[in-house]
Every structure is written in structure tokens, then in C-alpha cells.
């Protein structure tokens, strides 16, 4: 089945850790993105990528870090410096230019105690 | 600043009834827009996307509206039904970039 695949679902991390979440697509898209949504909130803009190897910052991307050496996999890090990093994250993918809809996974929520 | 706004306020209708949402935005020239169903822990799903120079775009039961000059979409779900109950998000995609933008989103609860 093509499609986009995060993992975990569930993530619990110490104060001060990194932890990378894991975003594969098989969709053959070239875009893709990382979302957070806090309790209530819409979803905001942490990176996206258009190409391998090319990525922009979004509107919240202090504290996260990512990197796009393969078209399918475009991995987060939440590191230590992101001061309020449990939330619900969120990857997506796209056609590239086609002004396509946007094919989400299933969401990782990570809690950091 | 750009912003996309949607109603904050949870809209709760009785089954059968057309459920209308806004989405106004402020500070981008969209060429098209988005809607997307939300359901509680699942990542957004999209519903219907509309181009600028489309004013109205149907799917079964679903009616999105653009108006460019008022800088609005509304979304119609007419003959409601509890299974519709999500929350609907709207996103714009600004020219020049492949920067999908949400508003924070508009939940819809059906009464049966």
C-alpha cells in the first residue's frame, strides 16, 4: 500500500534528550513537510522540504533539525534547546509544484517528562 | 502578518441540517485552497481543494466557495450527519512556494 508512515506513535523522552521522529513515504512525492499541534490548535509549520538534499524553515523551527538525504525519509529531531517540545507531530508529503493535496501520516505524540 | 482564521467556537448541529464553516485569511494571494477533516489523534485528511478562478466545487455531500475579494472560503456540509463530526481545517497555498499554510481549525459536531 503507498502511503506515509511515522514512528513511534508514542514517545516518551527525559528532559534535556534529543529525539528524532521518523517520517518514510513510498508516494514518490518530492515535498515534504513537519507540522506540530498543541491541544486545540491548528497545525504549525516546523520545516518542509521540496528536493532531496534542500529543506526551508518554517514559522516555529528554533529547537528542531531535520534532514532530507533520501526522497523517502525526511527525519526530525526535537532537540534539548526546543523549550516546550511535548506536542503531536505531525509529517506529510506532496507532488512537487502540482499544488496537490497533502497525504499526512498517522502523527507521532511525543511527552517529555 | 499572515493569518488564516477560523472560527474557534465549536459548531453544533442537529442531523440533516447544513453545517457552514468560514475561513477568512489576511496577507496572502492564494491560488488555491484547501480543506481537511481532522478526526481526535489521526493526521488531517484531505477533502476538496478549489483554484482561484473557481467559485463553488462540489463533492457528495461537501460545497466549498472562493472568494478571492472577500478573501474567504465557506464550507458546506448539507444533510449532516453524526459521522461528520471532525474537525475541518483550511489551507492555503500561497504562490511561489510549496508552503501549505492550516488554520487552526473549526470543529463541527452533529447532534443525531
Known amino acids: 500500500d503507498g502511503g506515509i508512515t511515522q514512528s513511534p506513535k508514542y514517545l516518551f523522552r527525559k528532559e534535556g534528550q534529543n529525539v528524532t521522529l521518523s517520517c518514510e513515504q513510498n508516494?514518490?512525492?518530492?515535498?515534504m513537510y513537519w507540522y506540530r499541534q498543541d491541544p486545540g490548535q491548528g497545525l504549525r509549520l516546523i520545516y518542509y522540504?521540496?528536493?532531496?538534499?534542500?529543506?526551508q524553515k518554517g514559522d516555529i523551527a528554533e529547537g528542531y533539525s531535520v534532514s532530507r538525504e533520501k526522497k523517502e525519509s525526511f527525519p526530525l529531531t526535537v532537540t534539548s534547546a526546543q523549550k516546550n517540545p511535548t506536542a503531536f507531530y505531525l509529517c506529510?508529503?506532496?507532488?512537487?509544484?502540482?499544488?496537490?493535496?497533502?497525504?499526512f501520516g498517522q502523527g507521532t505524540r511525543l511527552t517529555v517528562v | 502578518s499572515q493569518k488564516i482564521e477560523q472560527n474557534s467556537e465549536a459548531l453544533n448541529i442537529q442531523e440533516g441540517k447544513t453545517a457552514t464553516l468560514t475561513c477568512n485569511y489576511t496577507?496572502?494571494?492564494?491560488?488555491?485552497l484547501q480543506w481537511y477533516r481532522q478526526d481526535p489523534g489521526r493526521g488531517p485528511v484531505f477533502l476538496l481543494l478549489?483554484?482561484?478562478?473557481?467559485k463553488e466545487k462540489r463533492k457528495e455531500r461537501l460545497k466549498v466557495t472562493f472568494d478571492t475579494t472577500l478573501k474567504q472560503s465557506l464550507f458546506h456540509i448539507t444533510a449532516s450527519q453524526p459521522a461528520d463530526s471532525a474537525t475541518y481545517l483550511c489551507?492555503?497555498?500561497?504562490?511561489?512556494?510549496?508552503?501549505?499554510?492550516f488554520g487552526k481549525g473549526n470543529q463541527v459536531v452533529v447532534i443525531p
Open positions: 506529510a508529503s506532496r507532488e512537487q509544484g502540482a499544488r496537490t493535496e497533502a497525504f
Open positions: 508516494l514518490n512525492h518530492d515535498a
Open positions: 522540504s521540496q528536493i532531496v538534499n534542500d529543506f
Open positions: 496577507n496572502y494571494s492564494p491560488a488555491y
Open positions: 478549489i483554484r482561484e478562478n473557481e
Open positions: 489551507a492555503l497555498d500561497p504562490r511561489g512556494n510549496n508552503r501549505l499554510a
